[in-house]
Each structure stands twice: as structure tokens, then as C-alpha cells.
């Protein structure tokens, strides 16, 4: 039979799991300011944000009913013949990118080439497709020696 306190301390831990999963951790940076940013992604001192403590971006807050970050998110912008590459939390439906992806309207002459949204702790440090398509490669190849 369980005590009390192993009840107590079993509940404690389930809370703090609970309370850990909705808690996403990004890179946040740009590639104008940040070389690191830029394609060829060096994550060594760029800055990793816990975006449960990260504000939503304030042109979003009356488009979406979602207050927390639910991804993480780098996109690629253009201005004025420049390409700009952005990290940063990502706020929406992970499912269905069209309203969190949005740039900021204040911003009409910025260009989005793309946003790729992520749910891991600083997947956004590459390549969305990079690492699915190396998994299931790996995986037919198995496949093939198994079978």
C-alpha cells in the first residue's frame, strides 16, 4: 500500500513534468546582428530563451487565442535585396503555421521567404527537414538489411 508521503511525493513529481512539458526552450536570434544566425548555424553563444517566459509578439495577440509559445520557429526574411534569417519562439497552432508565421504588418516592405516551426527544445537551431530526411533514410536502410 502507498503512504501518504509517497502519494504527496509521487503527485509533486507528476506536477513538475506536467508543468516542464509546456515549456519549450529556442535559440532567439537574427542574422543582421548575429553571424552565428545565418545559414551556416553556429549555436555556440547564441542566446537560448525559455519562451514560457517569452512574450508573445504584440501584432499576434489579438489574432490568436494561444498565450504561451508552443514551437520554436525560424524564418527567412528579405528586405531591400537582404536576406534575413530569425530564431525565435513560436507562437500558434504547430499544425497549421498560416497565423503564427505571420510577419509583422507594421513591416510591409520585410519579405517572407519561409518559417519553419518546431516543437523540440532548440530545433531551431537547423534545418527542419534535414534530420527526418537522414531518420528515415537510416530506417529504409535497416529495413533493406533486415529484410
Not at 487565442?65 to 535585396?81: H, Q, R, Y
Not at 518559417?115 to 530545433?123: E, G, P, S
Not at 527542419?128 to 537522414?134: D, E, F, N, Q
Given at each position: 500500500m502507498v503512504?501518504?508521503?509517497?502519494?504527496?511525493?509521487?503527485?509533486?513529481?507528476?506536477?513538475?513534468l506536467a508543468s516542464s512539458a509546456y515549456a519549450i526552450n529556442c535559440y532567439q536570434c537574427e542574422s543582421a546582428t548575429d553571424?552565428?544566425?545565418?545559414?551556416?548555424?553556429?549555436?555556440?553563444?547564441?542566446?537560448k530563451v525559455d519562451c514560457s517566459k517569452s512574450p508573445m509578439p504584440r501584432f499576434l495577440q489579438n489574432l490568436l487565442?494561444?498565450?504561451?509559445?508552443?514551437?520554436?520557429?525560424?524564418?527567412?526574411?528579405?528586405?531591400?535585396?537582404n536576406k534575413r534569417i530569425i530564431r525565435?519562439?513560436?507562437?500558434?497552432?504547430?499544425?497549421?503555421t498560416s497565423s503564427g508565421c505571420q510577419s509583422d504588418p507594421s513591416l510591409p516592405f520585410v519579405k517572407q521567404i519561409?518559417?519553419?516551426?518546431?516543437?523540440?527544445?532548440?530545433?531551431?537551431g537547423s534545418s527542419?527537414?534535414?534530420?527526418?530526411?537522414?531518420t528515415i533514410a537510416v530506417f529504409a536502410l535497416v529495413a533493406r538489411v533486415l529484410y
Open positions: 503512504s501518504l508521503q509517497q502519494s504527496v511525493l509521487i503527485l509533486a513529481a507528476l506536477a513538475a553571424d552565428k544566425c545565418g545559414e551556416q548555424f553556429n549555436p555556440e553563444g547564441v542566446r487565442s494561444i498565450t504561451n509559445a508552443t514551437g520554436c520557429m525560424k524564418t527567412i526574411n528579405e528586405a531591400a535585396g525565435s519562439c513560436y507562437f500558434g497552432d504547430v499544425k497549421s519561409s518559417c519553419d516551426v518546431c516543437t523540440d527544445n532548440l530545433c531551431n527542419v527537414t534535414g534530420p527526418i530526411a537522414l
